[in-house]
């Protein structure tokens, strides 16, 4: 049910300068969503009322993708006035003015602060009775952040800055997260307050906690159990620490749920794929966008699969696919390149150093080897020969090539569409197949074999190869 006493503001107007990108910070891909989707994804799962989000800079591309990620979230335009404290007014302001209830504040780039650690948070705060609530975290290092101080009985006291700490403040490891819940009453009445008289000429979030503090006002700090929890990324070091949390926690997940993962180290599997009891992973394997593997099926050694669908019993071995659908007890690799629009029937092949591209191979069909097959549909139990390239494409257009059903192709063949091979047909090694084959038929391209004797002697004198023929007894 709605909590129609909360109101959550995202905080999404960073330029994230430190990642050193052309691509917005928030946008940056974390375990195939962007990292301000894992942010969106958390707080809806909390049923607030309200979802606020604050955007600035690259403003088109990242309210597209909030909007995109969380349709109900109302996007607001920080002006140009700058600093967290600046973009929450603006984002109260938007709120119902009757609104009375909680104000949560999160920052889009922590990516791994989970629902259920803000939901305890929220309920802290709840029976706290506090005008604010803080979240803060134990840090080894606590350098660069804001210093949560309390006082002698461990309630809350104030944030000290690093830049303003004492040398007794700087070597408290108890840090501010960033992330706050407000009173929405009280934080109205604050941030009328806040000025930018500083170096940055910034309004912070973190002074209104001082001014509360100064009205009288009751805030508390609520540590999370694990400091990784409210790791922001600033950098694209701090973006691959949060990648290999991730991914460990999913890896975890997986492994939990009945998937063996030979090596968690080297597997990589992205939030949206699904993967079934009984399937193994194989090490250097990436499980990437919304890629379904069924149960029994076997993936790896060195295999990433990007949006792919993958059958019951199926091996796939070194293989790059992509918008792919393998078919239950299909095998496929090692050194296959599959391309979007790859569809391999039940117990179908598509072997060594093969490519293929929207294309249809059916139950039980065969591509072993070193073959080229694209727009293409190939019938039941049929055997492409090796070295078989579907010429498809004549500088203009792409064509089709049909091949029917228990069909045998021979080694070397091109097929240059348009053209259809019929049911039960077989071609020659080496045939270019230029017109339709009907059902039945054996194509092969009449070229009869010449042998000129005695060429090599005659014409390579000296040469290993004539002593070797002058010497040979045929």
């Known amino acids: 049910m709605t909590d129609q006493k909360l109101a959550i503001i995202v905080l999404a107007a960073g330029q994230g300068t430190r990642m050193k990108s052309a691509l917005p910070k928030l946008l940056h891909p974390l375990a195939g969503m962007p990292i301000v989707g894992h942010v969106l994804a958390t707080v809806q799962t909390l049923d607030a009322a309200h979802i606020v989000s604050v955007v600035r800079h690259e403003r088109d591309s990242v309210a597209a993708v909030i909007t ?7 996007i607001v335009d920080q002006d140009e006035i700058p600093g967290t404290g600046r973009a929450v007014e603006q984002a109260v302001a938007a709120l119902p003015d009757d609104f009375d209830g909680d104000i949560l504040v999160v920052n889009g780039d922590v990516p791994l602060l989970d629902a259920d650690t803000l939901a305890e948070f929220i309920a802290a705060h709840r029976a706290g009775d506090t005008s604010a609530t803080v979240l803060s975290a134990h840090f080894d290092d606590a350098t660069g ?10 309630s809350f006291d104030r944030i000290v800055e690093q830049k303003d700490a004492t040398e007794a403040e700087r070597a408290v490891d108890e840090i501010n997260a960033g992330v706050y819940i407000f009173a929405a009453a009280e ?3 604050q941030l009328a307050h806040l000025g930018t008289d500083n170096a940055q000429g910034e309004k912070y979030l973190t002074d209104v906690i001082g001014l509360l503090r100064a009205a009288g006002s009751d805030v508390s700090a609520v540590p999370v159990v694990h400091s990784w929890l409210v790791a922001g990324i600033n950098d694209r070091a701090q973006l691959s620490e ?8 999913i890896v975890r997940g997986w492994q939990l749920a009945g998937v063996t993962i030979v090596d968690p180290a080297t597997t990589w599997i992205d939030l949206h794929a699904q993967l079934a009891p009984d399937v193994t992973l194989l090490p250097g394997t990436q499980i990437q966008g919304a890629t379904v593997v069924a149960t029994g099926a076997i993936v790896g050694p060195d295999t990433t699969l990007l949006d792919c669908e993958i059958g019951e ?8 696919a992509t918008l792919a659908v393998i078919g239950a007890g299909a095998s496929v690799g090692p050194f296959a390149y599959l391309r979007p629009g790859t569809v391999l029937g039940e117990n179908g092949k598509i072997g060594t150093f093969v490519e293929t591209k929207n294309a249809t191979i059916g139950e039980g069909s065969k591509v072993p080897h070193l073959s080229y097959i694209g727009d293409t549909v ?6 492409v020969g090796a070295g078989t390239i579907t010429a498809n494409y004549d500088g203009v257009n792409k064509h089709k090539t049909v091949v029917g059903s228990h069909v045998r192709t021979g080694s070397h063949n091109v097929f240059v569409a348009p053209v259809r091979i019929g049911d039960g047909a077989y071609t020659g090694a080496g045939t270019v197949v230029r017109k339709d084959v009907p059902a039945g038929s054996l194509a092969i391209n009449v070229a009869p074999q010449r042998n000129m004797d005695g060429w090599v002697q005659a014409n390579r004198p000296g040469t290993d190869a004539a002593q070797a023929a002058s010497e040979s007894g045929d």
């Open 68 to 74: 995109e990620q969380l349709p109900a979230s109302l």
């Open 378 to 383: 190939v019938g039941v139990g049929s055997n």
């Open 313 to 320: 019993n199926a091996v796939v071995k070194r293989t790059d």
């Open 242 to 249: 949060a990648a290999l949390r991730l991914n460990a926690l």
């Open 187 to 189: 934080l109205r009445d």
């Open 145 to 154: 952040y804001g210093r949560i101080i309390r006082s002698e009985s461990g």
